[in-house]
């Protein structure tokens, strides 16, 4: 008998089992807690869709893909989680590009799914390749407005890709990230525990407390201090901190338009908007403030009069403290005396809990001039909030879905006096109810951003007050909310026209030539009601002033997707500040 020593035999590795790649993968985005993805199919991702149709993660299939980006930004909005989209290859990736960039400059946490060629044709022109300037290019479309662009090129890739992406769409300044699949890799086999690594937990950045004591000093002593918050504040869930620390200081708080509701509407400290769309009263007292605490903030255009210093701010003379998460956005637009790379929450709390019982400035009557700007401001259009006028004037819209919304309902808006009288009229009062897009005023935002609202949050009701040319941008929007039962509500604002700029084309040149929506001359107005009715949806047209009120709570009421179009007179929004533009145009006749 021969005896074969122990060290001579042939180990046998037991060999990892092998799974298909997209079934890992789908089952990897649900151990990260993605429980939704928006998204339109195509040849390149049916292997994907194969595994996610399998798995816990429910898929809400748009007719577009600008619908699905924009739905999975709202989603993010208001469920604070990264919105997933799935596209197809070249021209599902095109579309989706507008939601996805809109994403981005909200900073808006997202992570695009896209579906490629097929990795071993890169550069022969497969079907739908884009391959101009570089094989497997499509990618690159992406890179000016994502966080990072990834192409995987190698199977073995996609654990690593995945973990990156989740992690920086979330940490830092939030923003998009692409993951562009060639489609034979959904099919590869990787091992069973390829995925194994998941995104590190970040300890957000806070404030040193000699920094929170100084900021505290500069404001306490400060005559006529003034805190000017940003959409930072809500994103981090910050406007409590932001509120104990107003109080502390009694600093009167004005705010950029994604930082409307960073304070109760009630609140005797709150000013309002700033900027062109804003409040005479911020504009004046952000322009003669000694001190500026901005925080969350970009300090962007339309808030800022274009930065030109006799509107809104006037830096220097006034004295800037700016703390953002994202180290670019401090000292851009003006001279800052103190910048802090901080998260907004843990700063606003350092401070709020370092001007606990500080002694401060005295404020004079501060409080009754607050009340009486906002006072005044109000009256200006307080007829026009109870006006019977048909077509609706637009402040009677807001004051019908002011009356009959909950107070925590989500108000979506899209571009256009929608969004402009929204954040200068309408009364929030629940932080992160309003939703809407500010860095590229995405015309079609609204009407699809509401889908993914109200799938966060189903218990709430999700209204989307848009415009007419915004709604008939995409109206599938209806199909998707029918297919995903998303019971989502649409008040479109009709004025026959893209209003907002019918009205800044007729103040400077005199007529509205490529604006207005007409038919043989005529105005051509559509029936969406009747469109929302044949998709399956619910729609009313309403005939006169009162029947608004009741078309609303009806809507609430039958948690029906339901369309509600409203005939408007083109008013324009007041515009207490100034914008750039208007010195810009020129007739030549
Ligand atoms: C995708 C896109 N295209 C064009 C614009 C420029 N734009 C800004 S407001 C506006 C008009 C919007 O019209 P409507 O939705 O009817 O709202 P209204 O202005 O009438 O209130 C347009 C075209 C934009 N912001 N986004």
Redesign the pocket.
């Known amino acids: 008998m021969t005896t074969v020593a122990k060290s001579a035999i042939p180990r046998v590795v037991p060999q990892a089992a092998t799974r298909i790649s997209s079934y890992l993968l789908t089952e990897y985005l649900e151990r990260l807690g993605v429980e939704v993805i928006f998204g339109l199919c195509g040849h390149t991702v049916i292997g994907f869709l194969d595994a996610l149709g399998k798995s816990k993660i429910r898929f809400v299939s748009t007719r577009h893909e600008q619908i699905a980006a924009h739905a999975a930004d709202g989603y993010a909005r208001a469920s604070g989680k990264v919105g997933v989209v799935l596209t197809h290859l070249g021209p599902g990736l095109t579309n989706a590009a507008?939601g996805v960039a809109n994403a981005a400059l909200d900073s808006i946490p997202m992570v695009v799914i896209a579906g490629d060629i097929p990795s071993y044709f890169y550069g022969r022109h497969p079907h739908q390749e884009v391959n101009l300037h570089q094989d497997a290019d499509q990618f690159q479309i992406y890179r000016p407005f994502c966080k990072r662009v990834y192409r995987i090129d190698h199977a073995e890739d996609m654990p690593r890709v995945f973990e990156r992406a989740f992690h920086l769409a979330q940490s830092g300044r939030p923003g998009p990230v692409l993951v562009d699949v060639p489609m034979d890799l959904f099919s590869a086999e990787l091992s069973s525990d390829a995925f194994n690594q998941t995104p590190p937990e970040i300890a957000k950045q806070g404030i040193d407390p000699a920094t929170a004591s100084r900021i505290v000093d500069a404001l306490a002593n400060a005559k006529r201090p003034v805190i000017y918050a940003g959409g930072g504040v809500l994103s981090a869930r910050a406007t409590a901190e932001l509120t104990d620390l107003a109080d502390a200081l009694e600093v009167p708080v004005a705010h950029t338009l994604m930082g409307k509701g960073c304070v109760h509407e009630d609140h005797p400290l709150l000013m309002g908007q700033s900027g062109f769309w804003g409040l005479p009263l911020a504009n004046e007292k952000c322009r003669t403030a000694d001190v500026i605490l901005a925080i969350g903030t970009r300090l962007a255009e339309a808030n800022s009069s274009s930065w030109d210093p006799r509107f809104t701010f006037a830096i220097p003379p006034t004295r800037l403290i700016h703390i953002d998460i994202d180290p670019a956005e401090i000292g851009r637009n003006y001279p800052t005396e103190l910048g802090v790379v901080a998260d907004a929450k843990l700063a606003l709390a350092a401070l709020a809990e370092a001007a606990k019982g500080r002694r401060h400035a005295d404020r004079g009557r501060l409080r009754e001039e607050i009340a009486k700007g906002r006072r005044e401001f109000r009256a200006n259009w307080a007829d026009q909030w109870t006006s019977d006028q048909y077509p609706l004037r637009p402040e009677r819209i807001l004051s019908e879905l002011r009356k009959e919304a909950p107070e925590d309902a989500f108000i979506v808006t899209?571009?256009?006096?929608?969004k402009n009288g929204v954040a200068q009229q309408f009364p929030i009062t629940v932080p992160g109810t309003f939703i809407t897009p500010s860095g590229l005023?995405?015309?079609?935002f609204g009407p699809a951003a509401v889908l993914g609202v109200k799938y966060a949050q189903p218990d709430r009701p999700a209204i989307a007050l848009?415009?007419?040319?915004?709604?008939s941008?995409n109206p599938s929007v209806i199909a998707a909310a029918m297919e995903s039962d998303l019971p989502v509500i649409w008040i479109v604002?009709d004025?026959t026209?893209?209003?907002?700029?019918a009205g800044l084309e007729e103040m400077h040149y005199g007529w509205s030539f490529g604006c207005t929506f007409e038919c043989n001359g005529k105005p051509y107005v559509a029936d969406y009601a009747a469109i929302a009715r044949s998709f399956g949806a619910d729609g009313h047209f309403i005939k006169s002033a009162g029947d608004l009120g009741p078309a609303i709570r009806t809507a609430i009421k039958s948690n029906r997707p339901t369309l509600i179009q409203v005939p408007m007179e083109?008013a324009p929004t007041p515009t207490p500040g100034h914008w750039d533009i208007n010195d810009i145009y020129r007739r030549g006749d």
Do not use: R
Request: proline share 0%; no cysteine.
């Open positions: 507008t899209d571009v256009g006096w929608n005023a995405t015309m079609g848009v415009g007419d040319g915004g709604f941008a604002m004025n026209a893209f209003g907002t700029i083109n």
